[in-house]
């Protein structure tokens, strides 16, 4: 969980996906050490990064592979994504995201993802 570059962060992942992996949810968060439950929003952090990062994985394959993002379309609101962990225990992480799209720079879609909530193991 430490950040590769600063010890005192830690990154925080969590994915799901189709059974036949074609297409997955990731999301990641950057936080202080310890790693606690709270809330992380996609705002631009001091150092000039998102504490939150979003990709929705489309046909994991090429040619159709896509790759949607955290990133402002053209003649769209800003892209906005916030994560709630409401409980992080030994073994169980539980919470919610809200969001409004993701983008796919490549082809210039987007993909409307604008809430949900996850239960999920914690491997740690």
Wanted: avoid cysteine; aromatic fraction near 12%; hydrophobic fraction near 35%.
């Amino acid at each position: 969980m430490n950040d590769q570059v600063d010890p005192a962060k830690s990154n925080f992942s969590m994915e799901a996906g189709t059974e036949d992996s074609k297409r997955m949810l990731h999301i990641t968060i950057e936080a202080s050490n310890p790693f606690k439950a709270g809330s992380w929003e996609t705002i631009k952090n001091a150092s000039g990064f998102y504490p939150v990062t979003v990709h929705y994985y489309e046909e994991r394959s090429l040619p159709a592979y896509k790759d949607f993002i955290i990133e402002n379309a053209p003649g769209r609101p800003i892209a906005n994504f916030r994560i709630n962990i409401s409980y992080l225990g030994e073994h169980l992480v539980t919470g919610t995201f809200t969001g409004n799209y993701l983008y796919e720079q490549v082809l210039g879609e987007t993909i409307e993802i604008t809430d949900g909530k996850f239960t999920a193991r914690n491997p740690f």
